[in-house]
T-cell receptor
């Protein structure tokens, strides 16, 4: 069974640009969550999508947004990039909606903002 | 407010010995706990989990213990192997509602297993 895939793996952008990252969950998984990992803040929850609906959102500014498609694939977008947005962005998928099944992570997208 | 804490930034262990990684939490609503292993520039890999209705879960060399009254969990690796060297994250999730799809992570513990 294929794992969670994320594209691209590496990205370099400049301040003020916008970026879109993609995540394909494990087949059959309908919940997709996004996290930001930085050395100073660790792993921080961004948002979660289930059946194309955002059900939960972390404490990030509105420049961070996302969406989920009918095939459960998800994208996240960051507009007006800032230097502090440089991070490893991880997505994770899990099987069902409300139960506490384990989340499985993709390899991440490393974003560098110059 | 750090709701999940791993107070030991690093741990060094000899091959074949036991590694014990600790995690404390403050939110009594957490009802599911997980341990992940992470290598640099890779996503976390799931190791083992435990529901709050249990106090122990075992999977091969990995055992997780949960002490709800102390809001403390630990991961035991026996015997430790050099390939276990990585960063270990403790994570927790709550029951439904605003916790949908959200894991709260500790800051991680770097485990080094020496041959």
């Amino acid at each position: 069974k294929a794992g969670v895939t994320q594209t691209p793996r590496y990205l370099i952008k400049t301040r003020g640009q916008q970026v879109t990252l993609s995540c394909s969950p494990i087949s059959g998984h309908r919940s997709v969550s996004w996290y930001q990992q930085t050395p100073g803040q660790g792993l921080q929850f961004l948002f979660e999508y289930f059946s194309e609906t955002q059900r939960n959102k972390g404490n990030f500014p509105g420049r961070f947004s996302g969406r989920q498609f009918s095939n459960s694939r998800s994208e996240m977008n960051v507009s007006t990039l800032e230097l502090g947005d440089s991070a490893l962005y991880l997505c994770a998928s899990k099987r069902a909606g409300d139960s506490q099944e384990t989340q499985y992570f993709g390899p991440g997208t490393r974003l560098l903002v110059l | 407010d750090q709701q999940v804490k791993q107070n030991s930034p690093s741990l060094s262990v000899q091959e074949g010995r036991i590694s014990i990684l600790n995690c404390d939490y403050t939110n009594s609503m957490f009802d599911y706990f997980l341990w992940y292993k992470k290598y640099p520039a890779e996503g976390p890999t799931f190791l083992i989990s435990i529901s709050s209705i249990k106090d122990k879960n075992e999977d091969g060399r990995f055992t997780v213990f949960l002490n709800k009254s102390a809001k403390h969990l630990s991961l035991h690796i026996v015997p430790s192997q050099p390939g276990d060297s990585a960063v270990y994250f403790c994570a927790a999730s709550g029951a439904g509602g605003t916790s949908y799809g959200k894991l709260t992570f500790g800051q991680g513990t770097i485990l080094t297993v020496h041959p």
